[in-house]
């Protein structure tokens, strides 16, 4: 495909398409494996720059042959035509002013793929019986996503354990409801800047309580893989690192701290291992630099981790009354009509989003129902730049109802999701009466250095897992008690994404005068009000 021309490049779409088309007509197989094949090719053949248009239309034809489209005329090109979009993205932004954030430029991933793999996953989400669907009482009750900045221990909300601790379903003491504890939810994403001095390894805390690389999960310890990020767990100093996983699980960032050969042959060897291997065969002398690039380009550094600099749960983010905006029933009014649905929709799901798209899940914490909008900045002042995305409604009133009656994608849904990016902002306001409910600003977090811990007078003997961490031998480190140093980032507001049915706060002391709370890119602008998460 890379070699042929325009004229091959269609062609061989074009079997591919047919390809699915058969896919899709034999018993055996699901919708969603030719869909895939479909998607993936249209995605591939754009990579190498095959006419869009062309690839549009081919498309639409087969999936119309699918039954998944009309087969009315397809015109691929949009509307030239001035609208009212056009009066709104000259009057705000839609990314912050200084532009998109590097994670999300198309340098930073091979879009075409991104989409297509994106595009294939939704239709099989769609496609999917409700019994293959994650459950509606997971999300409902999936943790609050936060990070944790410079912990030393274990802090609030035990924050190393990824179960779903209190389940709101009517069914709590239901043996089945133990089902849910340790369920994770929808994919999405962290993303990290490293502004520290050393290199920092990333790991991922699992169901019993190991920390294995970030990258596939399952390499232990986390360091025995020295390549670095992508090919690794190792985010070098000034690296934008973006890590995958599900809303529920934990993260952990540790400082790596780089050695040389000979210290590192007689610490823990793990390191050493993997360094090793990727030196010459032929080399005849021990190195004496900590770090080695292969000839695929892939660089390895020699370390063992020390302490923690940051821990990152992802999970939903909780729209809180942060404003102490008052709901309708304290002043003696009715909240069914808040929950009316009004005919009004929000920004239709992006098919064809930035790159790094972040999905985030917002959930009604307020006790009465919300709306979010999208809040960029505005270029002009005065200009009104909210725009209304989605309604939240009652938690009590959606779990007071049927649960046969439930539609957890409806618009009395207390749960949304939104896609998002790091940069955009989003306001909460009441639906009865619009006063304003919570601000959130969604950003990446930012690694930095965490101040040394202090230690009292009294010579108390530190822990034996700290001594470890930081490679220290246990049977001959008797010193003072190290008293451990939090800082915690909380998400006041809501971020939405679109559907259940198929991923960061930013490293920054957080100041209670200033409005925002700070959260991963889900796919808004950041707004004007500053803030410190």
């Excluded at 002391?509 to 602008?525: A, C, M, V």
């Amino acid at each position: 495909i890379l070699t042929a021309t325009a004229h091959q490049k269609q062609q061989q779409l074009t079997y591919l398409s047919e390809k699915a088309i058969g896919k899709m007509k034999a018993p055996s197989r699901k919708p969603s494996l030719a869909i895939a094949t479909l998607l993936i090719a249209i995605g591939t053949l754009a990579a190498v720059d095959i006419v869009a248009a062309e690839a549009s239309n081919t498309a639409h034809k087969t999936l119309c042959a699918m039954g998944f489209a009309t087969c009315d005329e397809h015109d691929p090109s949009p509307p030239t035509t001035p609208n009212a979009n056009d009066d709104y993205l000259t009057h705000c932004y839609t990314w912050p002013p200084t532009g998109a954030p590097p994670e999300h430029r198309d340098t930073a991933c091979n879009r075409a793929l991104q989409n297509a793999v994106w595009a294939a996953d939704d239709a099989e989400a769609n496609a999917a019986s409700p019994e293959d669907l994650i459950p509606d009482t997971v999300y409902l009750n999936l943790p609050e996503e936060k990070t944790w900045i410079c912990p030393l221990d274990t802090v609030e909300e035990n924050v190393g354990n990824n179960n779903v601790n209190h389940l709101v379903d009517n069914g709590v003491n239901d043996k089945k409801s133990n089902n849910y504890a340790g369920a994770t939810g929808h994919p999405t994403r962290w993303i990290l800047y490293n502004e520290a001095t050393t290199p920092i390894v990333l790991t991922h805390i699992n169901a019993l309580g190991l920390e294995v690389s970030a990258m596939d999960f399952h390499t232990y310890p986390a360091h025995s893989n020295t390549a670095v990020y992508p090919n690794g767990p190792i985010v070098l100093p000034n690296q934008i690192a973006v890590v995958d996983g599900r809303q529920g699980q934990m993260f952990v960032a540790r400082e790596y701290k780089e050695v040389l050969p000979m210290h590192a042959m007689a610490d823990d060897g793990h390191s050493w291992k993997s360094f090793k291997s990727v030196l010459p065969s032929t080399l005849s002398f021990l190195p004496q630099q900590t770090r080695y690039k292969t000839n695929k380009g892939v660089w390895h550094v020699l370390g063992h981790p020390g302490r923690v600099l940051m821990k990152h749960r992802m999970g939903n983010i909780y729209v809180k009354n942060q404003f102490g905006a008052i709901c309708p029933e304290l002043m003696g009014g009715e909240t069914t009509g808040a929950d009316v649905d009004d005919g009004r929709s929000g920004s239709p799901k992006d098919m064809d989003p930035d790159c790094n798209v972040l999905r985030k899940a917002f959930i009604n914490k307020v006790g009465c129902p919300v709306d979010i909008y999208f809040a960029p900045q505005n270029k002009i002042e005065g200009y009104n730049c909210e725009r209304f995305t989605k309604h939240l409604g009652s938690m009590d009133s959606f779990l007071s109802s049927e649960k046969q009656m439930r539609n957890i994608d409806g618009h009395n849904s207390p749960f949304k999701f939104e896609n998002t990016y790091n940069g955009h902002s989003f306001i909460a306001r009441m639906s009865h009466d619009h006063s304003l409910v919570a601000r959130i600003e969604v950003d990446h977090d930012i690694i930095r250095d965490c101040p040394e811990p202090k230690r009292s007078a009294a010579g108390v003997e530190v822990r034996v897992d700290e001594r470890m961490l930081q490679g220290m031998p246990v049977d001959i480190m008797s010193m003072n008690a190290t008293k451990s140093v939090y800082a915690s980032n909380d998400w006041l507001v809501s971020a939405q994404v679109n559907a259940t049915a198929s991923p960061v706060l930013s490293g920054k002391p957080l100041l209670e005068k200033h409005d925002f709370l700070s959260h991963n890119r889900t796919g808004i602008i950041s707004a004007s009000v500053p803030i410190v998460s």
